[in-house]
Structure formats: structure tokens, C-alpha cells
């Protein structure tokens, strides 16, 4: 069943895949890689940029869905379709630029190069929170390469991800070269990762389950690609402009009620700013509009489930008990649906839970420091390292945080962690290989080295 996060009701219920709908999946990704592989380079663009052109046509519909399967703002909602849009005029670009090389050969009359070519057909597993972003990341870059591809989007927001097929198939892209399953993850994922069909596992959701999807896939030796869980930390300088960076900083931070991987949530904050920096914080946080995504003048919807809004509340608890203080909000909404105050702690202890535990919610941590390399050292601690963000306008600052900080995607001066032209990955526990870019469609790809004498 389908659950409206605004009010609670249910949406409708979702048909979800048997064993042998799998199964004909698989064959049919076979048979799909074996033609689409074949389709021009200049063919592939074109239907690619008709999906883009497809998505910015129907950009409201599908909208509307995204809120009411999500719960995001209508007007942040508009803004994810066109960013999908992007990702697919991007991947269009880079399909005719698939280069290999020429290798300096080692005699007279012999002929060596690195050709590559596309990986074969991809399993690929998307999460609920950028319901139409992520499939479009994947989706996009494996079609480009000349992969055929089975996703199995997230049963929480369905309705998004049969749009977004929809866009494929009217774009004259073969029903076998993307298909769409839906179903127990753990019952899916076991089967298609088992079939030697698959050559490729792309997964965004968290670190648990993507430990497991890359145990599964070392049995046959698939390839991964793997973006999981983040807690990102933002390192805030006093030469920073204070005011400016608060102001981004919470906007970024309850955006989609704070459930992205990239969110920044552990604010550590030199001691001479730190009172400014939070009275500034909690003015924006104070500033915000909680309801329903479809209403005028909202900036934050609801979290996506009761479990969701149960957890945040679990870490709020935790943090107070062990001392943090609480700034702004820290409870939930009575109201229908699943809502929960943008909150923000101050004066966090490093040992409670929510120092260690992404929140994937509407929670902004606050933590005072004095020395530089302490606040690197506090920001790099975690296991994770998907995103990080430093606030500084001092030259040699900016240059060692650039060298430190342990993450896979480094934003100074501002909170944008990706666009479709840039690579998107985290160090560590927060994944294997990089989405977007070239090289996230070199990632679908795997290089030949042919010679000829």
C-alpha cells in the first residue's frame, strides 16, 4: 500500500513482482543488451534527449506525484524534474563521446588500443527520497553506455518511477532494454543478483543493505556501484561570511525535510562565531513553513513514514538526555500526517547517538570548536564520508580542508554536493565508484585492449 505522508491515507496499493516476472525480466534484459549495444552512438543521444525533452512536457504531472507519493514541496518538486531532465540531456551528450585510445605500438604495421564498451545488462536499485533523480541517474547513464537495464525503484513513491518509464518508452527506447520491477527488495535483489545475466549492481539507499548487495554480487564477480548513507559535516570558520552561510546552511539542511544523503547536519563551528552562527541558523529554521507539499507558501513538507518521524524523535531524545540543548523545535506536528519540527540542538555531545547515526531528517547538530585540526578530526571520525561542507574565506584554511576532509564530494562556500556533469560517490563506507560525470558513465562501461599485428 501507498501511503500519502501528508495526511496519513492511503494512495492505492502496488502490484509487486513474482519470481517468474523476474525471470522474464532477466531474458529480457538479455535480449535487450544484445540489441541496444548495437544502436548507434548517435541514435542512443537522440532517444536520450527525448526522455529530457518528455519529462520537462509533463513536468507538472509528474510533479504532483513526487508530493504526493514524497511529501516535498511542490516547488522542490518541480525543481527534481528538472534536474532529471538535466541528467539525461548530459548522459545524451556523453554517449557520442564513448572514446577508447590508440596505444604507440611496439613494432612496425601493429595496431594496438583500449576500446571500451559497455559493461552488459545492470541491476539497479534506487531509494525513495529523490524518487525521480536517482532512477534518472541510473537509468541515463547505463542506456548511454549501451547497457540494458531492470531498476527496481522504491515501493514507497512507485507512481514517480512508472512516470519516469513512461518518458522511456515514448521515447522509442525498447520496453527490454529498461524495465521497471517492484517487490520485496530482499526476494529481487537475491534473484537478479544470482542470474548470470547480470553484470553490473548499482544501489543508493544505506550502508547496511549495500554491504549486503556487494557480498551477493562478489559471488559471481559483478561489478558495483554503490552510494550509500552519509552524516555530513560542515566545518564553519570565523572568516566565514557568518550570516550568508547560515542562511545556505539552512536551506540546505530542511530541504525535502532533511532526508538526502548529502544533507549537512553536523555544524562544528569556531568558538568565536559560534553564538552568531546559531542565533542566525535558528532564525531561518524559525523562518520555515510546515504542511502539506501542495500548499501555498510551504518550504518544508513531512518525513515519508511514521518509522521516519519515530527515529529523528528517538535522536532528538537520546541528544537531550546527554546534555545538547534544544534551539528550535524537537517535536512533532499534532496534525495529521508525518511531520516533525525542523529542529536544532546546540552544545551536542560527540558520544550520543545522533553524532554517529545519520538522521535522514529534519535535525541540525551544533558543536563549538577552537582548533582547526580538532574540528577536521571530529568531522572525519565517522566511517562515512559521502559529503562534506567547509565556510571559510581564508586561502591556506580552504587549502588544508580541501587536503583533510574525508569525503567524496567537498563544497566550500556553499551547499550544492552535485549537478549531472560532476562525479557523485563517497569514501569509505559511503560507497564504491561515482554516479554522474563521465565517470559515471565510464562505470557502466569496462575497457577491451585489442592488438593487431
Not at 28 to 46: D, K, M, N, T
Not at 74 to 87: F, H, K, N, S, W
Not at 341 to 359: G, I, S, W, Y
Request: charged share 20%; net charge negative; glycine share 8%.
Amino acid at each position: 500500500m501507498v501511503i500519502d505522508p501528508a495526511t496519513g491515507e492511503a494512495l492505492g496499493n502496488l502490484t509487486h513482482a513474482s519470481e517468474d516476472d523476474v525471470a522474464a525480466a532477466l531474458d529480457h534484459a538479455r535480449r535487450g543488451f544484445e540489441h541496444w549495444r548495437g544502436v548507434p552512438a548517435l541514435q542512443r543521444s537522440a532517444r536520450l534527449r527525448r526522455v529530457a525533452m518528455l519529462i520537462r512536457e509533463r513536468r507538472e504531472q509528474i510533479a504532483s506525484l513526487i508530493t504526493m507519493e514524497l511529501g516535498k514541496p511542490y516547488a522542490e518538486a518541480l525543481a527534481e524534474t528538472e534536474t532529471a531532465a538535466e541528467l539525461f540531456d548530459w548522459a545524451a551528450e556523453e554517449a557520442r563521446r564513448t572514446y577508447g585510445r590508440t596505444i604507440p605500438a611496439r613494432a612496425p604495421g601493429m595496431r594496438m588500443t583500449a576500446e571500451r564498451q559497455p559493461v552488459g545488462p545492470v541491476a539497479a536499485f534506487a531509494g525513495w527520497n529523490a524518487p525521480l533523480i536517482t532512477p534518472s541517474r541510473k537509468i541515463a547513464g547505463a542506456l548511454a553506455a549501451g547497457c540494458s537495464i531492470i531498476i527496481k525503484p522504491a515501493e514507497t513513491t512507485p507512481a514517480v518511477a512508472l512516470a519516469l518509464m513512461r518518458c522511456v518508452l515514448d521515447a522509442e527506447i525498447p520496453g527490454d532494454a529498461a524495465q521497471a520491477v517492484f517487490g520485496d527488495p530482499d526476494a529481487i535483489s537475491r534473484q537478479l543478483l544470482a542470474s548470470p545475466v547480470i553484470r553490473l549492481v548499482t544501489f543508493t539507499g544505506s550502508v547496511a543493505i549495500g554491504k549486503h548487495l556487494t557480498m551477493l554480487a562478489a559471488a559471481s564477480l559483478k561489478r558495483t556501484v554503490m552510494e550509500l548513507g552519509g552524516h555530513a559535516p560542515v566545518i564553519v570558520c570565523d572568516d566565514a561570511d557568518i550570516p550568508e552561510m547560515a542562511r545556505l546552511a539552512a536551506f540546505a539542511k530542511f530541504r525535502n525535510a532533511g532526508q538526502i544523503c548529502t544533507s549537512p547536519t553536523r555544524f562544528l563551528v569556531q568558538r568565536a562565531v559560534y553564538e552568531q552562527f546559531v542565533t542566525d541558523f535558528v532564525a531561518h529554521t524559525a523562518s520555515l513553513r510546515l504542511g502539506g507539499g501542495f500548499e501555498q507558501g510551504v518550504t518544508m513538507g513531512p518525513l515519508v513514514n511514521e518509522g521516519r518521524r519515530i527515529a529523528v524523535e528517538a535522536l532528538v531524545e537520546d541528544a537531550v538526555a546527554a546534555g545538547a540543548v534544544v534551539a528550535h523545535g524537537g517535536s512533532r506536528l499534532p496534525r495529521a500526517g508525518f511531520f516533525f519540527e525542523p529542529t536544532v540542538l546546540r552544545d551536542v555531545p560527540r558520544t550520543c547517538r545522533a553524532m554517529r547515526e545519520e538522521p535522514f531528517g529534519p535535525l541540525a547538530l551544533m558543536v563549538p570548536w577552537d582548533d582547526l585540526g580538532d574540528a577536521i578530526a571530529l568531522a572525519n571520525e565517522l566511517p562515512l564520508g559521502l559529503a562534506g561542507y567547509a565556510c571559510t574565506t581564508d586561502t591556506r584554511r580552504a587549502a588544508r580542508l580541501r587536503e583533510e576532509i574525508a569525503v567524496g564530494t567537498l563544497a566550500i562556500n556553499h551547499f550544492t554536493a552535485s549537478w549531472p556533469e560532476t562525479p557523485f560517490g563517497g569514501l569509505n563506507e559511503s560507497g564504491i565508484g561515482s554516479e554522474g560525470g563521465i565517470e559515471g558513465l565510464q562505470a557502466f562501461q569496462q575497457v577491451r585492449f585489442v592488438s593487431e599485428a
